[in-house]
């Protein structure tokens, strides 16, 4: 109906009809509020109007009527409160087995490694129908990562991991938009997310000759001289990473951390920040030595070798799409 004057982006995500739904309800509350305050704005402007011979009577209050307009609106609010938790929390929570696309920002542009080893940039190719979880960076300054046909938006920081996931259900191409300003050529940060049938995906995916994402972390860890000391057979001088992606890891302090992204990540920029009880803090910095991309290589065949283990690693679409449909 709308087709020559679109109200709302597409819809092409699971999140995006409940994102809708919710807007929907709070518009059509306020609308309904603005026009009952509006009528009885003027149904007691006419009622109430000064009139000859007419005293003001003073009315001292009215528990009930009190009680009652606070409950009321509370319990408005209330639905508000909880519908919206839901779906942030929806948001938030990206499904256990989702694919993963680590994602390098950059004045001004979006670099996209899938597990695989495809890179892209500006465009990033994705299948209909399987969990898709944004593993996201920035090399300089903060960016935002926006697809309003998904009703996702995350922001992209320097030195740290944030994550975004999507459901994509319907095939075409979308909007990508960088959603904070970062100098100059922001509003030139754009780029497309192309959703493909999965057939064409596996066409597009078996394009390129390329290697998978831990693999060239595996060959920069031998090449970095990690293995040295990150022993698998016996116990080197740091601790053995076979398995602990996700796991609760005990540090010298006591404090007790989980060995997600983020912690890997510290652990080789800032070795000596959370250090494994047990183990000294002998590892040089990385800090500066390495780019990002080498950084996701790392983390992503540091969890490799828990998915080898049965374990929860990183996952690639390839691994994705083999997988039986519900
Ligand atoms: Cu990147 Cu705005």
Redesign the pocket.
Known sequence: MFQSMPLWPPRASTLANNVDALYIFLIVVSALMSFAIFIMVIFFAVRYRRQPGRRAEQIDGSHALEITWSIIPFCVFMVFFGWGARIYFQERKPPQDSAEIYTV?K??MWKFEHMEGQREINELHVPVGRDVKMIMTSQD?I??FFVPAFRIKQDVLPGRYTVAWFHPTKAGTYHLF??????TS?SG?VGSVVVMEPKDYEAWMGGGGTQPLAVTGQQLFAQLGCATCHRQDTQGRGPNLVGIYNKPVLLEDGRTVVADDNYIRESILQPAAKVVNGFKPLMPTFQGQISDEQLNALVAYVKSLSQASGQTGGKSMAAATAQPQM
């Open positions: 920002a004045q001004w300054v960016h935002s960088c959603a904070e300003y970062c100098g922001h940060m």
